[in-house]
């Protein structure tokens, strides 16, 4: 089994989120949406410009990306670029997406009533 070489960069986020005290999951979870991005541009991250960071976010809206997976990367992508990479103004170049809420479901006055019969000792 090969081991994957990790970048100055890559070793710089880890090292960075390790003193945040930012767990495993967390830790893998940003270094994965950072691949996907660094994968997207051809290029390492940290040279991204604004309008890369909204090519990347057209691209994930058109591939059908959900709110919390899209949300979850623009979450390390501002990891990266604000205490990786020191580029605190790139943040502005990124939108979080709001999921879409659901309606509740809203029983009709017959489920009710069935609800109500079936449930034991309340004798109606």
Same mark, same amino acid.
């Given at each position: &089994? %090969? /081991?994957?070489?990790?970048? =100055?960069?890559?070793?710089?986020?880890?090292?960075?989120?390790?003193?945040?005290?930012? $767990?495993?999951?967390?830790?893998?979870?940003?270094?994965?949406?950072?691949?996907?991005?660094?994968?997207?541009?051809?290029?390492?991250?940290?040279?991204?410009?604004?309008?890369?960071?909204?090519?990347?976010?057209?691209? &994930? %809206? /058109?591939?059908?990306?959900? =709110?919390?997976?899209?949300?979850?990367?623009?979450?390390?992508?501002?990891?990266?670029? $604000?205490?990786?990479?020191?580029?605190?103004?790139?943040?502005?170049?990124?939108?979080?997406?709001?999921?879409?809420?659901?309606?509740?479901?809203?029983?009709?006055?017959?489920?009710?009533?069935?609800?109500?019969?079936?449930?034991?000792?309340?004798?109606?």
């Amino acid at each position: &089994m %090969t /081991e994957e070489k990790v970048s =100055p960069l890559r070793q710089r986020m880890i090292e960075d989120m390790r003193i945040r005290g930012m $767990g495993d999951k967390a830790q893998n979870s940003h270094i994965r949406a950072i691949k996907d991005f660094a994968a997207f541009l051809a290029r390492s991250p940290d040279t991204a410009t604004p309008e890369d960071l909204r090519a990347y976010q057209l691209h &994930m %809206t /058109e591939v059908g990306i959900t =709110p919390p997976t899209f949300n979850a990367r623009i979450m390390a992508l501002r990891f990266l670029f $604000g205490t990786t990479c020191k580029r605190e103004d790139m943040h502005q170049h990124m939108q979080f997406r709001r999921q879409p809420r659901r309606l509740p479901v809203v029983l009709s006055v017959q489920d009710v009533s069935a609800v109500l019969a079936a449930a034991p000792g309340l004798g109606f």
